[in-house]
């Protein structure tokens, strides 16, 4: 099955993001959200990436324009009911997410591809919220959309090899290298990523070495283009600790346990650069 059109749930920096791809390469766009406010600030957020782009030489304006002629919004899914896929982007919260996958059970196509960008939730049980789940995959971006060539693929329980084959092909045409996993709590990149932002929090509170000090050496040592205390402010420290305390939770190991300092600058209201501060000052 090829992807024409796409319906996205959710106008916030993920979910604009992926719009943005998809428009870019040449797919017609629907984007919903449950108010008008939520929506125009992801289109000003689209606005502004491809201006960028246009600005800095990588899109001519014609191509920026096309792109956003492409993009239409609402806040009933209805408006995407013909889409060949659904990709929810919403909070991750369980109920909310039912509610969506439901309701796209009802509008959409019975074989449109209905899949999730969840990073933490499980792929097979959101697909028993869909009817048909054997059309129902992940399709997890990586944050900034238009800037990480990654998509993790997710098989679920009932994920079909046509599902599979039809969200693969999605990722390749928005431009995205895509891998294929298993579902398992953190599929593969978080599942490695996140032990080590908690192995370099552990190091930074047992003063091995000060916060600069061990993002330098990560990023000079491997390569990496951004130290790994400075990407947990990035994500957000207490979602840092949310995502280690349900690796704990869902694998039973204890060595997923959040780093004491986590906790600690949470409690202390320094969430990272969200909040102004966190392993680093962000008050500049």
């Keep these: 099955m090829s992807v024409n059109k796409l319906l996205v749930a959710g106008a916030g920096q993920m979910g604009a993001g992926i719009v943005q791809v998809s428009a870019v390469a040449g797919l017609d766009v629907v984007m919903i959200d449950v108010a008008e406010e939520f929506i125009a600030r992801g289109i000003a957020g689209i606005e502004k990436g491809l201006g960028r782009m246009v600005d800095t030489g990588r899109m001519e ?46 509008i959409l196509r019975p074989d ?12 097979s049980a959101l697909a028993a919220f869909v009817t048909g789940p054997e059309r129902f995959a992940g ?32 990722a390749e045409a928005v ?18 990523l996140f032990p080590m932002i908690n192995e370099a929090a552990n190091a930074y509170a047992e003063g091995v070495a000060g916060a600069d000090d061990i993002d330098t050496g990560m990023k000079l040592g491997t390569n990496w283009p951004m130290g790994p205390l400075a990407l947990a402010d ?18 039973g190991d204890a060595k997923y346990h959040p780093a004491a300092i986590l906790g600690e600058l949470v409690a202390a209201g320094k969430l990272g650069r969200k909040s102004g501060a966190g392993f680093f000052d962000y008050g500049k």
């Design 61 to 106: 304006a014609a191509a920026r324009d096309a792109a956003l002629a492409r993009i239409t919004t609402s806040t009933d899914m209805a408006a995407g009911a013909d889409a060949d896929l659904f990709v929810e982007a919403a909070p991750e919260v369980m109920e909310i997410k039912q509610g969506l996958f439901e309701a796209a059970s009802r």
């Design 112 to 123: 449109a591809v209905i899949a999730t960008n969840t990073s933490s939730l499980s792929v």
């Design 139 to 170: 399709i997890h971006f990586f944050n900034p959309v238009p800037v990480m060539a990654l998509v993790e693929v997710v098989r679920g329980e009932k994920t079909s090899d046509a599902t599979l084959a039809a969200a693969r092909a999605y």
């Design 175 to 192: 431009g995205k290298t895509a891998i294929t996993v298993s579902d398992s709590p953190g599929f593969v990149v978080n599942r490695i």
């Design 234 to 251: 990035l994500v957000g420290l207490d979602t840092t600790k949310a995502v280690l305390e349900t690796f704990e939770r869902e694998l």
